[in-house]
């Protein structure tokens, strides 16, 4: 006769969305397994090419749950000021915290950085069984429980199954949720780059006929990570290019404006998708992060709006639970499933409604553009408005970001 683990909560992907989730949950006494297909180690040498730009609600929420204090302070770049302009245009809009009081803006922190600040205090937790190196071989439905097999063979229980497993959702394929999705025709080039002058805790963007170009100051002073969206047939020519040429490409495309580009690690290059998953629950499932949905990393707002879900569920289900409600029941997820599509739908319009503004070199569209951004960076109360966005500050807000 196996033997099989109950919990309350079953978290599939331990990935920094997944572990938040995790964490919050075992704060308030919900018995939480984390099934995590990798394990988690400390980041040392060379920036890693996978970085998010953290807002201040991301950042509350992961002071909140005593992971922030993890994250390795030394390999955080903080930034201050934005720039963005449109390449070949007059347009261009400059944000200060100062100008509202704040210190920063947000902070470029490397992924893995992030996932071990949370790791390291999910251990920490008894609440929590973090089975590293674990995936799940099925899955299935009850009425009152849900029923997971490990690829070891063990088996678990719980009332709720809370999908965090990427884009690439083994969870939301094996329960057959349909996605909505499409190609942006673009692939985003990621690399590490020194420049010859200072980024001075300044974020920038410029726009360019083909995609945006983002220079995101990392932990050192001549340090950046850079995402370049430009056609697939670009990206080829640019990953398999010599790196004197591909330096020489980027500082142009850049305007020169931190001097001389050089490559301090490998490139990469992936395609961007928008993915919106037709449910965000059903009967004892919730989906967050990336396997609910995929943005355009335009405003690097991705794993932002991950940590929303993450907030949003942790409180959602804590309420339920002190009103003595079955987590797992659909019809009580039925409002988190709303608040979590409505955020969702929010950004990915928004994030849609830029590019296509930015796209190309349309004379119309970029006399909109140079004369959009130029108001806006001359009209106090709507910069401030974007700021407040940037910063996550935004009217429906997780208590657990506030």
């Keep these: 006769m196996f033997s099989t683990q109950t919990y309350d909560v079953a978290i599939v992907g331990g990935g920094m969305v997944g572990l938040a989730t995790a964490i919050g949950l075992a704060m308030e006494e919900l018995r939480v397994v984390v099934i995590d297909a990798g394990e988690t180690e400390a980041v040392s040498g060379d920036a890693r090419l996978r970085v998010s730009a953290i807002n201040k609600a991301s950042q509350r929420l992961l002071t909140h749950l005593g992971a922030w204090a993890y994250v390795d302070e030394s390999r955080i770049g903080p930034y201050q000021k934005m720039a963005v302009w449109d390449k070949d245009g007059l347009g261009k809009i400059g944000f200060d915290a100062h100008s509202i009081s704040e210190q920063t803006l947000g902070s470029i922190v490397e992924n893995d950085n992030i996932a071990y600040g949370l790791a390291t205090r999910v251990a920490e937790l008894n609440e929590i069984t973090h089975l590293e190196n674990r995936r799940l071989d099925k899955i299935a439905f009850g009425e009152r429980e849900a029923w997971l097999t490990l690829d070891n063979g063990d088996n678990l229980a719980a ?164 009103k003595g409600k079955d987590i797992g029941d659909y019809a009580n997820l039925r409002p988190l499933e709303r608040w979590r599509k409505a955020d969702a739908l929010e950004m990915i319009a928004a994030m849609e409604g830029f590019k296509r503004l930015f796209d190309g070199s349309n004379p119309i569209k970029k006399a909109v553009r140079d004369i959009g951004l130029n108001l806006v960076d001359n009209f106090s109360p709507v910069k401030t408005l974007f700021m407040q966005q940037a910063m996550g500050n935004k009217s429906r807000l997780p208590t657990l970001c506030k």
Excluded at 196 to 216: C, I, K, Y
Excluded at 283 to 294: C, E, N, Q
Aim: net charge negative; with cysteine.
């Design 159 to 322: 009332a709720l199954v809370i999908g965090a497993d990427g884009a690439h959702s083994w969870v939301r394929e094996q329960c057959k949720i349909p996605m909505t999705f499409w190609d942006y025709g673009h692939h985003a080039i990621v690399a590490s780059i020194r420049t010859e002058l200072p980024h001075n805790d300044t974020a920038r963007q410029v726009f360019l006929s083909e995609g945006p170009l983002a220079f995101l100051p990392l932990f050192e002073p001549d340090l950046c990570s850079i995402v370049w969206s430009v056609p697939p047939t670009k990206a080829q020519s640019l990953l398999d290019g010599d790196i004197t040429e591909f330096e020489r490409s980027l500082t142009a495309a850049f305007d020169g404006k931190l001097g001389m580009c050089k490559l301090a690690s490998e490139r990469q290059a992936f395609p961007l998708r928008m993915r919106y998953a037709r449910h965000f629950a059903r009967h004892r499932l919730v989906l967050v992060g990336d396997a609910a949905h995929t943005i355009h990393p335009l405003a690097g707002q991705g794993v932002n709006l991950g940590f929303l879900d993450a907030a949003a569920t942790i409180e959602t289900l804590v309420e339920l639970k002190r």
